[in-house]
């Protein structure tokens, strides 16, 4: 069992540009989370998705977007790149909305 | 809304000696707490949890911590300290009525001592 995967690993990206950062989980888990790590900042929530089909916003959802078409999968998508979005964006899964979160590799992004 | 305050950014402890990280909450709901360890370059790993029942909560790696609605506290502590240890400890919260997610402090970097 996988877990959570995420990609790509870290990737440079100029200003302006569109992003998706992809996170596939094999645990069948209903909730996925979106979160950014900064330095001094802790993890923030961006987007969330409690079941397939649904979504909400977290504390940080401007300049991002996410679908969720089924259970597995919960893309991240950045329409235009700016240089604040500089971060490690972190993906996690969970049963429910109150059960133990497990997080993905992470995906570093350098916003140019 | 819920609140998460670690106090102390950085903690410095000898090896063998007492752990103690610090964790304080609000929150408007009785809070489901956690706490996770972040090792270099790497993801989040749980510690462990507090739900519902027993207070004094054990973890892995010999970690253990207290749930004091009182203090509205959640300190993490092991007896003795070693190397491994060494790494980022967040704690963090998630309630119900309506929020998702969890809410995360904003850290703590454990420095162990030789």
């Known amino acids: 069992i996988a877990g959570i995967t995420q990609a790509p690993t870290s990737q440079i990206l100029a200003a302006g540009r569109r992003m998706t950062l992809r996170c596939t989980q094999d645990m069948r888990h209903n909730a996925m989370y979106w979160y950014r790590q900064d330095l001094g900042l802790g993890l923030r929530l961006i987007h969330y998705?409690?079941?397939?089909?649904?979504?909400g916003k977290g504390e940080v959802p401007d300049g991002y977007s996410v679908s969720r078409a089924n259970t597995d999968d919960f893309p991240l998508t950045l329409a235009s790149a700016v240089p604040s979005q500089t971060s490690v964006y972190f993906c996690?899964?969970?049963?429910?909305?109150?059960?133990?979160?497990?997080f993905g590799p992470g995906t570093r992004l350098t916003v140019l | 809304a819920q609140s998460v305050t670690q106090l102390g950014s950085h903690v410095s402890v000898s090896e063998g000696a007492l752990v103690l990280l610090r964790c304080n909450y609000s929150?408007?709901?009785?809070?489901?707490l956690f706490w996770y360890v972040q090792y270099p370059n790497q993801g989040l790993q749980l510690l462990l949890k507090?739900?519902?029942?027993?207070?004094l909560v054990k973890g892995i790696n010999g970690f253990e911590a207290e749930f004091k609605k009182s203090e509205t506290s959640f300190h993490l502590t092991k007896p003795s300290a070693h190397m491994s240890d060494a790494a980022e400890y967040f704690c963090a919260v998630s309630g119900g009525g309506g929020a998702d997610g969890l809410t995360f402090g904003k850290g703590t970097h454990l420095i162990i001592q030789p």
């Open positions: 929150s408007s709901v009785p809070p489901y």
């Open positions: 996690a899964s969970s049963d429910s909305r109150v059960s133990t979160q497990y």
């Open positions: 507090y739900t519902t029942g027993a207070t």
């Open positions: 998705s409690n079941t397939a089909g649904t979504t």
